[in-house]
């Protein structure tokens, strides 16, 4: 009990004395505020029906219609399309021909008629390089499932092109598709023109390329282009179309000739010697500059010209060209296109060849 004599235990308030400002107090009450504003403003967003995305009619889940606000995707990540982490020891080059502007057939000048990748063991100095064939069907680009519109899927040749129209280029984008694919980390890519492929080649001096069996093309150049068995040496128009002619032979037949032809350009080049021929060299090396795209420092010519010495120094290159025969089976899409599907429908033996290829 307080008693009115006790006078000594009791402090009057100053009423006219200014309020202390309690920033702590006042930040608690504007985020209460604003909680329960956003909270209002989901329930009244997620009671609609508009955000019902189950084909059954049935509400959507929670945390489906939160993201569908934000136009957050909360697909689970595709295990066929993880994007696997760089190794130190190895080196990955991944080698685009495009068709070109100034192509003989009739359309598509970014689409990738060629895809290899070489790889190399900076420990070991084994080396590989694997032709992917353009008709292998994959995801271009992820929509997140049916309810954000879908997968774009088509085939792998027309990944660079993609990219260049629509993810701000085609060389970053088509490295890290392929990356994902065969599940290693491709370090660099090289896009060449096969507009430009027969001048380099003639700037050479041509190549030189041994046949097994005489080969012919009776439709696709406007006249039969024919080379016997033995040792045919080919300017840069006779290569051009050995290394792309399809209609008399499969794709996988072209792939491992594109590699025949690559092999011996390789050789080439490598062999340029600046000291005897001076003018001839410098000639090369600006055609590479004005006709190959790549993130590789390639105006440091020495820098590739020592890994294409290492490279001749190791054991023999391993050749590998992908086909029904080992990886792949023959499909057709929603539009009834030719594809190629990987066997078991998944990229695991895909990828696991690229693992062991340099073992």
Avoid at 37 to 56: E, H, M, P, Q, W
Avoid at 89 to 118: A, H, K, Q, W, Y
Avoid at 123 to 144: E, M
């Amino acid at each position: 009990m307080v008693h009115l004599n006790d006078t000594h235990n009791f402090i009057q308030p100053d009423f006219n004395k200014e309020t202390r400002f309690n920033k702590k107090r006042w930040l608690s009450v504007i985020l209460l505020i604003f909680s329960l504003a956003v909270v209002g403003y989901f329930s009244f967003r997620l009671g609609g029906k508009s955000n019902t995305i189950d084909v059954r009619n049935e509400p959507a889940p929670f945390w489906q219609r939160v993201a569908s606000i934000f136009n957050i995707n909360f697909e689970p990540e595709d295990p066929n399309y993880i994007m696997p982490p760089q190794e130190d020891n190895r080196f990955d080059i991944l080698i685009l021909g495009i068709r070109g502007e100034d192509d003989p057939e009739d359309s598509g000048p970014l689409l990738t008629d060629t895809m290899m990748v070489f790889s190399f063991d900076k420990t070991t100095k084994k080396a590989s390089i694997i032709s992917i064939p353009r008709d292998l069907y994959v995801k271009i680009s992820a929509g997140g499932g049916p309810a954000y519109g879908g997968d774009k899927k088509d085939k792998l040749n027309a990944a660079y092109e993609y990219g260049y129209y629509h993810k701000g280029g085609g060389l970053n984008y088509t490295k890290e598709l392929v990356s994902k694919i065969t599940g290693v980390y491709i370090d660099k890519v090289v896009v060449l023109d096969f507009s430009s492929f027969e001048k380099i080649i003639d700037q050479v001096g041509g190549i030189d390329v041994v046949l097994a069996k005489p080969f012919e093309e009776k439709q696709q150049w406007g006249y039969e282009f024919s080379l016997p068995a033995g040792p045919n040496h080919l300017d840069g128009k006779n290569a051009l179309y050995y290394a792309r002619s399809r209609f008399s032979t499969s794709d996988f037949d072209r792939s491992r000739r594109q590699q025949e032809i690559m092999f011996a350009l390789k050789g080439k080049l490598v062999n340029l010697n600046f000291w005897s021929d001076p003018l001839k060299t410098i000639s090369v090396l600006n055609s590479l500059r004005s006709n190959i795209k790549t993130d590789i420092n390639i105006w440091n010519a020495k820098e590739l010209l020592n890994l294409a010495k290492e490279i001749d120094s190791s054991e023999k290159i391993k050749k590998y060209i992908m086909t029904t025969d080992n990886l792949l089976y023959e499909s057709r899409a929603a539009d009834e296109a030719y594809i190629l599907l990987p066997q078991g429908d998944n990229f695991i033996r895909i990828k696991r060849l690229f693992q062991d290829v340099l073992k």
